[in-house]
């Protein structure tokens, strides 16, 4: 049975425990666990392991095998200003690669650990995956000082490493050029993790409303993430300020955020002023509730900065049959997006967008048939199929 190991880092270290826990946290937390998870469930042509360094842990070296799934931990040094490494687990992935000739599956494309394994293993089979990283060639063009010198050597490292790299699985098209900048003749697709929809209950916007407490007579604009700068909070709030003048039925939902207080809530404080219904932490269980009791759901995405590509909230939303107003739409798989969203290309888009919706809730259909057709989590496992059998046929 082949191989596939799929690898992966501690990127947010005030998530991971760092050690083992009865929950099991510590192994199958984030990216590397998702992925994991959905392809074994999914792909049982396959064996699967998740390699995860970690710069936070306390021993050397963690294995556990869950759900038929092996994950190993590897404590590594932190190299300020590039990443981690570990030479035991620079030692084993060249064991791993002489043994098994796995297919190695990176979580990330413009990472420091990407760089390490396609130079270290220069002949197995290895793919990348994007989701919003920077291309060191955009932080060179757009950032000074030391920022400026630390994507110098990102974009030496990706012109001697990408080359190596059978296949990247971009989430953002604008990532694309950056990519070719080092792998001109690049293999890639639009990818996405995809979403159990099936965690969606859809139910009635008068049922969800009941169930939360919210005004019936009111219309709902809904945001679900940190309100913090990238996702550019500020602007949805001023953007909202101007339509309930005229329009003092509608209100802002933000739900999704940290305390105030928490790292990445900078606009915590001006929401407040603004008036917005500051839910905060909803249990992913609950959030449909939220989607199926808005009447759109509105992610920013005009920053030159966002290669975010579509995004999991706008999929979420419309699995609750709730159509989304968001520019990062133009990376939908699909070729319905009239049926489902806006995609406005200006601020003073967004806000006619938004109303566009709300006045017109008979225009938005087969919302949750999209996702369920382009995102669902079985789809989502046979997109990386075609691609794990196409890099098996290159090799063999």
């Given amino acids: 049975m082949q191989k596939i190991i799929i690898v992966c880092y501690n990127y947010e270290l005030s998530q991971f425990p760092k050690e083992p826990d009865p929950e099991n946290r510590f192994y199958t937390y984030g990216f590397g666990g998702t992925f994991g998870r ?3 469930h999914h792909l049982n042509n396959y064996e699967f392991e998740v390699w995860r360094l970690d710069g936070n842990v306390k021993e050397k070296f963690y294995e ?21 490494v570990s030479m035991k687990f620079i030692k084993e992935l060249k064991n791993e690669a002489k043994k098994s000739k796995p297919i190695f599956f990176i979580v990330h494309t413009h990472n420091f650990q990407t760089y390490q394994v396609a130079f270290f293993l220069k002949n197995s089979m290895i793919i990348t995956t994007h989701h919003g990283d920077w291309s060191p060639y955009y932080v060179y063009e757009n950032s000074n000082g030391l920022r400026k010198l630390r994507a110098f050597l990102g974009i030496a490292a990706e012109k001697v490493t990408f080359k190596h790299i059978d296949y990247f699985l971009v989430c953002d098209y604008k990532q694309v050029p950056y990519i070719k900048r080092s792998a001109t003749d690049a293999e890639w697709i639009i ?3 995809g979403l159990d929809v099936n965690k ?28 913090y700068k990238y996702k550019q909070i500020e602007e949805l709030l001023k953007i909202w300020d101007e339509i309930k003048i005229e329009h003092p039925e509608i209100d802002l939902l933000l739900v999704g955020n940290e305390p105030k207080g928490s790292w990445g809530e900078e606009y915590y404080d001006m929401a407040e002023r603004y008036g917005a219904k500051i839910i905060g ?24 900065d966002n290669f975010g590509g579509t995004g999991i909230a706008p999929l979420e939303s419309l699995a609750c049959n709730t159509p989304v107003v968001s520019n990062s739409m133009q990376n939908y798989l699909g070729d319905n997006a009239a049926e489902v969203c806006e995609m406005p290309e200006t601020l003073e888009d967004y806000k006619h967008a938004i109303l566009k919706v709300i006045a017109n809730p008979g225009k938005y259909k087969n919302m949750r048939e999209s996702v369920e057709k382009f995102y669902a ?10 691609v794990f059998k196409k890099v098996l046929n290159k090799y063999n």
Avoid: P, W
């Avoid at 095998?65 to 990443?83: E, H, N, S």
């Avoid at 932490?281 to 030159?304: G, I, S, T």
């Fill in 38 to 40: 959905l392809f074994a």
């Fill in 200 to 227: 969606f209950t859809v139910i009635d916007k008068f049922q969800a409303r009941k169930m939360l407490g919210l005004d019936q007579d009111k219309k709902y604009i809904l945001y679900v993430g940190k309100l």
């Fill in 64 to 84: 556990n095998i869950i759900d038929g799934i092996r994950y190993k931990v590897f404590r590594a040094l932190t190299i300020k200003k590039l990443g981690l």
């Fill in 377 to 386: 989590h079985n789809i989502t496992a046979k997109r990386a199929d075609m």
């Fill in 281 to 304: 932490r909803v249990l992913n269980n609950e959030l449909y509730k939220y989607y199926c009791a808005a009447d759109v759901y509105v992610l920013m995405a005009l920053r030159h």
């Fill in 191 to 193: 990818f996405s993790s």
